[in-house]
Every structure is written in C-alpha cells, then in structure tokens.
C-alpha cells in the first residue's frame, strides 16, 4: 500500500482504550504527517484504565527481562518473547517518566503512579494524545468495515457517519465487535471465555472465615495438572488472593469446559515437604504434651482457620497435643497439605475483566502487529488470544502490542 506524495496517510484506531490510545500516540509522534483518529464507542475513554486497579491502576510489573516476563502470560507468552526485547516495562517507566509521570513499585512487584490515582494515567494519556495531534470521537460505535477502493478500509459508526483509511487498528478489548471484523478479514477467533477471577466454595472448614489471609499457600486443580503458590484470602463466597487469580487464568478454559465445577485442592503448608512436617507435628506433641492443640499452634496459621481445620479430623482444640493419636496426626497431616474443596461457580475480581481466547496469533507478525492475512490491518490489547496474570501484566501487553503497532503503522508509503 504506497502513497503518492503529498496524500496524507489516514489511520484509525478503533477502541479507546490503553493499547488504542498507546498505539494512537506513537504512530502519531513517529510519523507527525499521518492523521490519526481514535473512534470509542462509548461516551469515555480509558474507561477501564480509570477502574483498574482499585481505582490507583497498576501500570505494569517490575520485572525488566524478557525472559522473566514472558511466564506471567498463560496464553501469548512466546510470542511476546521478542516484543518485549523491543518495549518492556522499563520503557512504560521511561515514557511516563518523560511525560512527568512518576511511578512507584510495591513490595510485591506492582507498580502505580505515585498519586495511587489512575486520573493521573489517563490524563496523561489524552493529554499526550491530544498534543500528538490525534483525533479522539466518543460516542462513535463502529458497526460496518469494508475495503474501499485502494484497498482503503471504509469504516461506518451507528449513527451513519464514516472514514476512510489506509490502516486499520484494532483495539476493541474483548468486545465481540472486533471479533466480528478480525473474523470478516479471515482471522481466527479462539473462543473468548473469563480469566482472572475468585472461586465459589461452600465448605463448612471456610464459614465465617471471610477476611482471613494466609501468605503462602499451594492450590492446584488435580484434574487439570495445574498449581500455583502465593497468598489466599477466604471470602464470603469462597477464595480469593494473588495464588487463586494466577490459578484461575492457568485453569481458564479448563474450568470453563467444567463450568466451573471441580475440585480445589490446597497446601496450606507448601514450605514443608511430608517428612519434616510429619516431624514437627511429632515435635509439637512432645514439647507441647499438657496443652490444649487449639491454643498451640506451631504452622503461625490463622488461629480460626487451625480451629477448622483440626475439626476437620475429628481433633477438638480443647484437647491436648499427648492425647492426640498417630493416626490423628497423620490425618492432620493431609489435611494441612491436602485439603481438598469443591468449586461451585466463579465470582468476579473487582471490577477487572480480562479475557483468555482472542485473535489466533498465528496469524498476527509480532514485530509490527500487522496482519498476516490482511495488510493494513494491525491488533493490539486484549482482542489477542493474550492474557496475563494479576499483577500490571495485561496492561503492559496492551502498552507493548500498542507501541509496536504504532510505530509501524506508518513505516511504508507516508511520502511515496
């Protein structure tokens, strides 16, 4: 697709959101000749980029290697690979920084601006937007993509009104409008189903638990040969915390096909493998012999949740670590490691949806963005089969897929 000199290159991104806007900005710094419009179909932009986070927006992770980002991905990791060696989380830090925004990183990692305000990110953004010379119409839900003549792209919005342009992004998220139009270009759609969310469970060993954490714990889905490690947070309508989201978008589509009914199985020890435990239980039964096991515990478990779990083996807390049976230790042994529980449903993590299936990205070149099928037309964010653990992943995906796209958007043909 080249253009004659003089002709002005039209590019429109369809999707206001983090990787649209990301996108829009850089094509539009890169090649200041081209005129960028993003079209947003609803009456805001960045909307999910102000939600996120809890409203403070966690921008993305501390983690400066490619190589050690790349398992954060469950799906889209190998092709993000190289992406990453051309934009990664320190160069989100440098951008911001240089647009005097400054940003902090948490104990776990997380990384927000230093206001704990996601205002200050999407001003930031529409501001950079708007001094780049982009075009931004809300309001502007786009209904109908066809090629023109030149195979321009002709796009049409509810309300009659349409563009023309020599390339196409889009950044719809997990909108099934951008689906459709991927689809009409001949890409393939993997079957978009929920990622990163919190576990229904109904157990007695869990009632009137809820706000209770403990900070290391492994939960794993037998069925599915997958676990993780991290924090758990017990709810009131089951389990949450870092170690249930990172399970949840490992498990995605594993728990979809099971309607989100399986067993959950937790480690709520996973530092001990079974033979120092079972010598620290025996431990605790001679140094400990005359007082009661509710009142001793020697894991620094939640006392509440001790309680249950003793109950669980038929061990009351009232009775004392010498009349505890080998055998009832040993129960108690499986149940701290072993622990198994049933998932009932799914619930939702706050009010950020991230969507595991998207675009085959067998058919998208990871250096531009670009369709492999279809020339002129680019991708970015999440309406790519990619999606990232809790944690400032999603986010920065969107700002690597944006980047690349917009620096290439405009790479052939501006002047001819």
């Known amino acids: 697709m080249t253009k004659d000199k003089g002709q002005i290159l039209q590019v429109l991104v369809v999707g206001g959101g983090a990787a649209g806007f990301f996108a829009a900005i850089a094509v539009a710094r890169t090649y200041p000749e081209a005129r960028v419009t993003i079209l947003e179909a609803g009456s805001e932009p960045l909307a999910k980029v102000r939600i996120s986070g809890g409203g403070r927006c966690n921008v993305t992770h501390a983690c400066f290697t490619p190589a050690a980002l790349v398992p954060n991905y469950p799906r889209g990791g190998k092709e993000l690979r190289g992406a990453f060696s051309r934009f990664q989380p320190k160069d989100v830090v440098a951008w911001f920084t240089a647009a005097s925004v400054e940003l902090k990183t948490e104990a776990d990692g997380r990384m927000f601006p230093v206001t704990d305000d996601s205002g200050t990110i999407v001003d930031c953004l529409l501001e950079a937007a708007t001094a780049a010379g982009v075009k931004l119409r809300t309001k502007a839900p786009v209904v109908a993509v066809e090629f023109g003549e030149e195979s321009r792209f002709e796009v049409e919005s509810k309300s009659g009104e349409s563009w023309q342009a020599d390339r196409l992004l889009l950044a719809t998220g997990s909108n099934p409008l951008g689906y459709r139009i991927a689809e009409k270009f001949g890409h393939q759609i993997e079957p978009p189903v929920p990622s990163l ?216 043909g501006v002047t001819g």
Not at 312 to 319: F, G, K, M
């Open 197 to 412: 969310f919190t576990f229904n469970v109904r157990d007695s060993r869990l009632e009137d638990l809820a706000g209770i954490s403990v900070p290391s714990v492994r939960v794993s889905l037998p069925e599915a040969n997958l676990q993780q490690t991290g924090p758990l947070l017990i709810t009131h309508w089951g389990v949450s915390g870092p170690a249930i989201l990172k399970l949840s978008a490992w498990g995605a589509r594993f728990l979809y096909e099971q309607r989100y009914r399986t067993t959950l199985m937790i480690n709520w020890l996973p530092e001990y493998k079974p033979e120092p435990l079972r010598s620290a239980l025996l431990a605790a039964k001679e140094d400990f012999a005359k007082k009661a096991i509710g009142t001793v515990n020697p894991f620094s478990l939640p006392r509440r949740l001790w309680e249950r779990l003793l109950l669980a083996t038929a061990i009351t807390p009232e009775q004392r670590w010498a009349e505890i049976s080998k055998k009832s230790l040993q129960q108690l042994q499986t149940e701290l490691t072993q622990s198994q529980y049933q998932i009932t449903g799914k619930g939702i993590f706050k009010e950020e949806f991230v969507t595991c299936g998207g675009v085959n990205l067998k058919q998208v070149n990871f250096k531009t963005m670009e369709s492999r099928l279809c020339p002129g037309l680019y991708f970015a964010g999440e309406i790519l089969d990619i999606d990232g653990i809790t944690g400032g992943f999603n986010f920065q995906s969107a700002w690597t897929t944006g980047w690349l796209a917009g620096q290439a958007m405009g790479a052939q």
